[in-house]
């Protein structure tokens, strides 16, 4: 018998695989609302929760008392979580949970609660690094130094000297952090948890609570966003198991819309002074940087050092961080950590060289693609996306257009792993041939459940109607957090592992009966082949295992070639600025991505335009503003943390880069790498409209409008 | 704030002084007083003592169904959807009229229900986002969202898709241009634009030739 190994089909040979394939599992449920989140679980008897946050920056809690809550109409539990002598480190901290038969009860319960507080000094302003010093406020945060500094200054022809920066934004994932809790008995604990880790959160609930980890179900069949900012189970859904106990009722407790922005997690700020200088044949000899910034939460820390510069590794190069301790929320993951903001700081940076050079900055990103680990990628992507914009005819000199209205083009590009996470998945194949698929994995928007059953329904040769699919449980197989890119790779190898397992057992089972070969089977069209010549159907072959269903555990991440990681991707965008109002408007959009073998066309493209436009929100409107005086975080809700609309976003062009080697590379996550370009491509776009820089994002039309009279100035 | 008068503060700003001064006399200034104003603290006292009006039967005609629940007045058409009636297409995101994911159709006409009150919808017809796919039978603006992807997470979905809807119905044959135009009231984080944009344009297409 031919060895077996686990492979994808032929390129070109597949039914589903690579097509576009809509959301059929979930797709209808989701559009009608049908599908049920944490924030939608309703069981009878449900009570809401509503929580008191500290309005302070940094204070103490001098005086707390709840009494007056549980004596208001509805209230059935009041939970102090922070308590009389707290010490409050930014603002928004949780300080009483109230549980109400409704939750505009609850809210009367919080009204009713007597709290104050000594208000202590606080540092929130996160772009102020000298006033950060004077208050001790800064920590080194890395700095690494390679070649020569000085001598790769020497070689420069021309040297650029630059600020840039990128403020802090959130995740403002429409669906906040929550949970729904029902105890059954004393020991027996369900959470319908708002989390992309489903597999890995029961732990965080039993600790706490003092029960088994068996005993703690954590389900969640949908999540409403997460963007890297819900791997945990997080204080807040412990005091909803906690109230939940106390009540003796289900309690759902979600964050209000403010406290989510404020305490749930954000991306750390950046703002860099470069310096980088080419020589006369425009190749970067020298880069040296420092960036200041904050990741909140008082932890010192700000935009990894490594990414500076990005992507590209010149000879000489110094780069240097410091992070800011802040008296603000504190950071989570957030969609390709570190990434956005090293290629905002240096794309940006190199752009500008080039202006100063006299170089179109395609001829000059292309000349030091050596500096690169992807040159063989980035050089036919960016030629791609140069035709797909137009580049030779729209690019002009920076500021070189005429009327009040200016038109620019500008471009960037990046890195990402996307290797497959550790998950494993059961795989049922039933006598009447129907499959079963269950993983404990969940969709963040991923298009989970269709991908699996492309891979299962691929791999038998059915329908994806024959396949049921199962995630969201922990008492499915474990599978990894869907964080980095790590879920496509996760849950297609193990369940392409397991499919050709168990195909394997029929076949064999085939060959007996028929008398052909194991090895000439193949399973298509829901039938079973031999040589080009029909065995029997699909139906006749899964009835051979018998009256049980035979089931597989597949197995990953595995380095068996049906998964991989690294890609890059290139970015260029198009933009009108009007230099009277200062509104940038987006134009068009190119994006060129590799990404190894698709599994489903469909909803690849999805991740990359979903990732250009979320690009867009932080390249142009979203910000998080602080109001230093205060302390507090002024614009937490979503009329004044703004994001695009539907008629923001320009004309987006989406180019999947599949030569004939990315299909063997096998399977790599998409969801992070096209949202890492588009602050530099659009502010290296208005450079070039403009002729100046406008040197940090968000480009609203004030810093336009600030950046043009310094430029008179 | 009384917008009658300036507010009581210097500068642009709170200033540190008035700040640390004003939260260390108001002794019983709530969590939710932004700088502890005496004049805020007072109101949130009067706030305090707000006893809310006695729940009441509402009668709501919803997705075609008289349904009889007994809601406070203050009690809004979103929250009664989603916690009396357990119609959770209606999702509460902004809770501030801002992005569009609790969209019903009023009578017809894309409302958000967290800007309307319960009480005062009675009488009139209100359709939410779970009638668009009822015992297996699919409006075509859920087949369109299928079919152009124009969902990831999903949570601002529904909403959208009844905004889709009510477009259509009301702009049959509408352009593009139209469709980014008349569909501005609704927030997607994820980014689905693309793909929702594809939907309602061929919806609003296909209702042109269905006369």
């Not at chain 1, 029960?211 to 069949?221: F, G, H, S, T």
């Not at chain 2, 009384?2 to 002794?27: E, Q, W």
Request: proline fraction near 6%.
């Amino acid at each position: 018998m031919a060895e077996r190994t686990f492979s994808w089909p032929k390129q070109g040979e597949a039914s589903l695989l690579g097509k576009e394939v809509p959301r059929v599992y979930d797709g209808p449920l989701k559009a009608s609302g049908h599908a049920k989140y944490a924030n939608d679980i309703n069981t009878p008897g449900t009570l809401f929760v509503r929580l008191l946050t500290c309005p302070h920056a940094h204070a103490k809690i001098s005086k707390l008392n709840v009494e007056p809550a549980k004596q208001v109409n509805g209230v059935k539990a009041v939970r102090v979580l922070r308590g009389e002598g707290a010490e409050i480190r930014w603002e928004g901290e949780l300080i009483v949970a109230v549980a109400a038969e409704r939750p505009e009860q609850a809210e009367d319960g919080l009204r009713a609660i007597e709290v104050a507080y000594e208000v202590l000094d606080h540092f929130v302003d996160e772009a102020d690094l000298e006033t950060a010093k004077q208050k001790d406020a800064t920590r080194p945060a890395g700095a690494n130094t390679k070649g020569d500094i000085d001598a790769g200054k020497q070689q420069a022809t021309t040297i650029h000297e630059g600020f840039y920066g990128v403020p802090t934004i959130t995740h403002m994932c429409l669906e906040p952090h929550g949970a729904h809790c029902e105890w059954k008995g004393e020991d027996q604990l369900t959470v319908h948890l708002s989390t992309q880790n489903v597999s890995g959160t029961a732990g965080q609930f039993a600790g706490p609570l003092g029960i088994p980890e068996a005993n703690v179900r954590i389900l969640c069949e949908y999540i409403g966003g997460g963007f890297g900012s819900k791997f945990a189970a997080d204080e807040w859904g412990v005091a909803c198991a906690q109230l939940a106990k106390e009540t003796g009722r289900p309690v759902r407790l979600m964050l209000d819309r403010a406290t989510e922005l404020k305490i749930a997690g954000n991306r750390p700020s950046a703002f860099a002074k470069v310096t980088v200088g080419c020589n006369a044949e425009g190749k970067i000899t020298v880069w040296d940087s420092v960036h200041w910034g904050t990741n909140g939460g008082l932890k010192g820390g700000t935009v990894s050092q490594a990414v500076m510069p990005y992507v590209f590794d010149p000879p000489n190069r110094r780069r240097e961080a410091i992070g800011l301790l802040c008296h603000t929320g504190p950071d989570r993951a957030w969609r390709a950590p570190n990434h956005p903001q090293g290629c905002a700081l240096t794309d940006t940076a190199l752009t500008d060289l080039a202006a100063k050079a006299g170089i179109d900055p395609l001829t000059f990103f292309k000349k030091n693609l050596d500096l690169t680990n992807l040159p063989h990628i980035y050089g036919p992507e960016l030629d791609i996306a140069a035709r797909l914009m137009d580049w030779e005819a729209k690019w002009h000199p920076p500021g070189a257009g005429k009327g009040p209205v200016k038109r620019g083009i500008g471009l960037a590009l990046h890195t990402w792993g996307g290797g497959a996470h550790n998950a494993q998945c059961q795989l049922k194949v039933h006598p009447d041939g129907s499959i079963e698929v269950a993983m404990g994995s969940q969709d963040i928007g991923t298009g989970t459940r269709t991908a699996i059953g492309i891979v299962a329904a691929e791999t038998f040769g059915v329908p994806l109607t024959s396949v049921r699919v199962h995630i969201g449980s922990n008492q499915y197989p474990k599978a990894g957090p869907s964080g980095g890119s790590t879920t496509i790779g996760g849950v297609a190898g193990p369940v392409r592992r397991a499919g050709q397992t168990a195909l394997w057992k029929i076949f064999d089972l085939v060959a007996a009966k028929y008398d052909v070969s194991a090895d000439s089977l193949v399973a298509k069209d829901q039938k079973i082949w031999s040589n080009n010549k029909e065995v029997c159907t699909w139906k006749q072959a899964a009835a051979l295992v018998g009256p049980m269903p035979l089931e597989v555990l597949g197995e990953g991440a595995k380095q068996d070639g049906l998964t991989s990681a690294q890609v890059g991707g290139v970015q260029m965008a198009e933009v009108a600025v009007d230099t009277e109002t200062g509104v940038v408007r987006m134009i068009k959009m190119v994006a060129v991505q590799d990404m190894g073998l698709i599994v489903d066309r469909l909803t690849a493209k999805s991740q990359i335009l979903g990732a250009m436009i979320m690009g867009i929100a932080y390249s142009l409107t979203e910000e998080r503003i602080m109001d230093n005086k205060t302390g507090r975080f002024i614009n937490a809700d979503l009329a004044n943390y703004k994001l695009p609309r539907i008629g923001d976003i320009g004309e987006l062009v989406v180019e999947l880069y599949e030569p004939a080697d990315q299909y063997s590379r096998g399977v790599i996550g998409l969801g992070e790498p096209p949202v890492i370009s588009p602050g530099a491509a659009i502010s290296n776009a208005v450079a070039n409209a403009l002729g100046v820089r406008v040197p940090v994002l968000p480009l609203t039309p004030k810093r336009v409008l600030d950046a043009l009279k310094g430029a008179k100035a | 704030m009384d917008r009658d008068r300036p507010p009581t503060r210097s500068g642009p700003g709170f200033n540190r002084r008035d700040f640390l001064k004003g939260s260390g006399a108001a002794v019983t200034a709530t969590a939710l007083a932004t700088a502890a104003h005496e004049e805020q603290a007072a109101a949130q006292e009067a706030a305090r003592k707000l006893v809310p009006a006695a729940p009441q039967k509402v009668t709501l005609n919803v997705n075609g169904k008289d349904v009889t629940i007994t809601v406070e007045p203050r009690v809004t058409l979103m929250n009664a959807l989603r916690d009396d009636l357990n119609l959770t297409a209606c999702k509460d995101v902004c809770d501030r009229t801002v992005c569009g994911a609790c969209t019903v159709l009023l009578d017809g006409k894309p409302v958000y229900a967290c800007a309307r009150l319960a009480i005062e919808c009675q009488g009139m017809k209100i359709q939410t986002t779970e009638s668009l796919l009822q015992d297996g039978k699919a409006d075509p603006v859920i087949e369109a969202f299928v079919k152009h992807d124009g969902m990831q997470c999903g949570f601002c979905t529904p909403g959208f898709a009844m905004a889709v809807r009510g477009f259509c119905t009301q702009h049959p044959g509408a352009t593009l241009d139209d469709c980014r135009k008349g569909l501005g009231g609704n927030i997607c984080r994820c980014g689905t634009y693309d793909g929702v944009l594809k939907a309602a344009y061929e919806v609003a297409q296909a209702a042109k030739k269905g006369g």
